[in-house]
């Protein structure tokens, strides 16, 4: 049986998926728990924004090690091509009705202004493994970090983008274009046949 603190931050990162950080409230985090209110506050003295602080960071650390997994490959497009058909699977089995948690904790600032920074460094690790990968495979280390910075944006763009209109779309669309910039990248870099 995993511990009160253990069971708010799960709470925190399904319902902050699904409703955003405003639309998360105390309430709800404990209903969802199974906590009770004193909870909140022996694991998290800092109340609400402490707690999503926390999930923001366990949520982050899971899909690191998920992106730590697929950038491991040689070539950065199975790995794009692994990370969109494991969020399009999140997104279809749970209907469309969860997003990015650490996507909705940057946009959290106002209630949980520490959430902010931890999305930041999250967002900076996923960006750093895939531009060393990039690197790895041969694309010149500038192009490599950019390019690995507009990749992590164009997924997460494209997850909110399919909750949105409730479709794969967007993430089939930035999976077939992503591999092409990776390939012309690459091509640049490679020997003539």
């Not at 982050?60 to 998920?66: D, E, L, N, P």
């Not at 969109?84 to 106002?110: N, Q």
């Amino acid at each position: 049986m995993s511990s009160p603190r253990e069971r708010l931050i799960i709470s925190a990162i399904a319902l902050v998926r699904q409703h955003g950080v405003a639309g998360t409230g105390i309430t709800e985090l404990l209903a969802h728990a199974g906590a009770a209110r004193r909870s909140v506050y022996q694991n998290f003295p800092g109340g609400k924004a402490q707690l999503i602080e926390e999930s923001t960071r366990a949520a982050g650390q899971v899909a690191t090690a998920v992106i730590a997994g697929f950038t491991a490959a040689d070539d950065p497009r199975e790995s794009l091509a692994g990370f969109v058909a494991l969020w399009k699977d999140t997104l279809v089995t749970g209907e469309f009705e969860s997003g990015c948690p650490v996507v909705a904790a940057a946009m959290g600032r106002s209630e949980a202004p520490g959430a902010t920074i931890v999305a930041d460094t999250v967002f900076s690790d996923w960006t750093a493994l895939i531009a060393a990968q990039l690197r790895r495979s041969g694309i010149a280390e500038g192009t490599a970090d950019s390019l690995a910075s507009m990749v992590v944006c164009a997924v997460e763009g494209a997850v909110v983008l399919a909750v949105a209109a409730r479709s794969v779309r967007p993430l089939d669309d930035v999976e077939k274009h992503v591999a092409e910039l990776v390939r012309m990248h690459r091509s640049r870099v490679e020997p003539a046949g």
